[in-house]
């Protein structure tokens, strides 16, 4: 598929299913998979038809779906080494949407055994669109997007409220509230609005889209362990993407002694 293609029909999804429903859930479109963890009847409607039209435009590919995997969670194993794979995050940051927040967005990544290779993030509020590819940069509604420069006490966002206002002794600026939508923290950082994320439980619907705009961006993603980011990274663990290769190394000591509490 061409890649406004993916983008086009992405936009289409969401005008279908998605925008009807915002600020018109019934009781009965909402459900709690955990405590605090909202699937809506647009979630599940928007990834079957993005699941089934990725299907039917690249056959044999292999989709990993949110709410696929949470039905079946052995849907993921194949990430790594499948040759063409896409990953959809129908409503990234459902409980947004279900407490009509616009900070919501439509997320797909696709890999080629197991490299990210491009990558789409459509905010439907927000009328942004935000396009990667590999080797070709990033695009904001259609505009190259180049980052400035890292503040002398980077600027951080965090998924974990137990770590807000964390500033390593002073050597970060204290650490804020993430939006809980990592279709709208992941651009934010390309923005230079912060620079750098900690996520805990990083799953890769969640993640691949926002990574390979950090790479192409000039940044890294990385495990408080200091590896890589990848489709392999185990679910139990915290990841951090900056703007810099440095930046993520610095971010990643500094927050190992904050990984259990």
Not at 1 to 19: F, G, P, R, S
Not at 44 to 60: D, H, V
Not at 137 to 161: C, D, F, K, M, Y
Request: charged share 20%; net charge negative.
């Amino acid at each position: 598929m061409q890649t406004d293609e993916v983008l086009e029909l992405i936009q289409h999804v969401a005008a279908e299913v998605i925008n009807p429903r915002f600020h018109a859930l019934a009781s009965g479109d909402i459900e709690q998979k955990s405590p605090g963890d909202f699937v809506t009847i647009a979630d599940r409607e928007a990834e079957q038809l993005l699941t089934a039209e990725l299907r039917a435009r690249e056959p044999g590919c292999l989709v990993v779906g949110e709410e696929a995997t949470f039905a079946n969670p052995d849907i993921p194993n194949g990430l790594a080494d499948a040759e063409v794979a896409y990953t959809v995050d129908p409503v990234d940051g459902t409980g947004n949407f279900v407490h009509g927040s616009p900070k919501h967005a439509v997320m797909i990544a696709e890999l080629r055994r197991g490299e990210v290779t491009r990558s789409w993030i459509w905010q439907p509020q927000l009328n942004n669109a935000w396009v990667a590819e590999r080797g070709a940069g990033v695009t904001h509604n259609g505009e190259l997007v180049t980052r400035g420069p890292i503040n002398q006490r980077p600027l951080g966002a965090t998924s974990r409220r137990g770590w807000h206002g964390y500033d390593a002794g002073g050597r970060l600026a204290p650490v804020t509230d993430a939006s809980f939508c990592a279709g709208v923290d992941y651009p934010m950082l390309a923005m230079g609005e912060i620079d750098f994320l900690t996520y805990l439980r990083p799953k890769p619907w969640d993640h691949m889209p926002g990574y390979l705009i950090v790479t192409e961006l000039g940044g890294t993603t990385l495990d408080v362990e200091g590896r890589p980011y990848g489709p392999d990274t185990p679910y139990q663990t915290t990841i951090v993407a900056a703007a810099s290769p440095e930046l993520a190394q610095k971010v990643a000591d500094l927050w190992r002694p904050q990984w259990d509490r």
